[in-house]
């Protein structure tokens, strides 16, 4: 039987921890650790207990939710569904890494619907790989189709590219417009299996066929499928390391 997701609630309001508690009441692999009123609790908490996934209300006496999220080192950082009346956030909190956003009052099918989501991302995260060193690297991404979600391993990720708030994932031919700062998705996945090559791509060094070196340290990447893409004079050192360039 595997381990239960460790959940801490940050919300400044008692009932609205209560209505989290009962929403989380029909999820059994889910377990509360602690609860907060405020954001300096939280920053306690989240240190003391190192919880897998972060309930975060926006606004809140004193720091934010958002300014929370800023003063926790991003190797510590749990999964983050964000509990808020004020949908004028949502954007903002999906540029911040959050997995979903949940508004208040509660519907029960639509945070059934956040830790659907929220689950299928824990998997890939435990998901156990052959290679030791992708360890604790992302594995799985699962991104939104339509009404659906279309989860991704990363094995069969091309390359990725951002695009404002969104990020395209060139995957088996076809692209996918996914809300998550690229940022966020250099710190999940093994750097020794995806490389950036430009301040807004990353690319998988599998689907690397040729590098063609061009003027003033610049470079141009060809991928097995012929995709072009620029490798900038600033990221050649570290292709160079990855990729054993001379």
Not at 51 to 60: E, K, N, Q, V, Y
Not at 73 to 88: I, N
Not at 104 to 118: E, V
Request: hydrophobic share 50%; charged share 25%.
């Amino acid at each position: 039987m595997s381990a239960a997701i460790r959940a801490l609630l940050v919300d400044d309001e008692v009932l609205a921890r209560l209505a989290l508690r009962q929403a989380l009441a029909a999820h059994a692999d889910v377990a509360i650790v602690g609860e907060c009123g405020n954001a300096v609790e939280a920053l306690q908490a989240v240190k003391a207990l190192a919880p897998d996934l972060l309930f975060l209300d926006i606004r809140m006496p004193g720091m934010d939710g958002f300014k929370l999220l800023h003063q926790l080192r991003p190797q510590a950082l749990p999964m983050v569904v964000f509990t808020t009346a004020y949908g004028q956030h949502a954007l903002r909190a999906f540029d911040a890494g959050a997995l979903d956003y949940v508004l208040k009052p509660i519907d029960q099918a639509r945070f059934d619907q956040a830790m659907d989501r929220m689950r299928r991302h824990w998997h890939g995260l435990q998901a156990p790989v052959a290679n030791p060193a992708s360890v604790g690297h992302l594995q799985r991404i699962s991104v939104r189709v339509g009404e659906h979600i279309r989860v991704i391993a990363v094995d069969a990720i091309d390359w990725i590219r951002a695009d404002g708030n969104y990020v395209q994932i060139h995957a088996d031919g076809t692209r996918y417009l996914h809300r998550e700062a690229l940022s966020h998705l250099l710190d999940v996945l093994d750097p020794a299996r995806f490389l950036r090559i430009h301040r807004g791509v990353i690319v998988n060094v599998e689907r690397i066929r040729e590098v063609h070196p061009l003027f003033n340290g610049n470079a141009e990447i060809v991928l097995r499928d012929g995709t072009r893409l620029d490798l900038s004079r600033r990221f050649r050192a570290g292709a160079r390391a990855v990729l054993g360039l001379p």
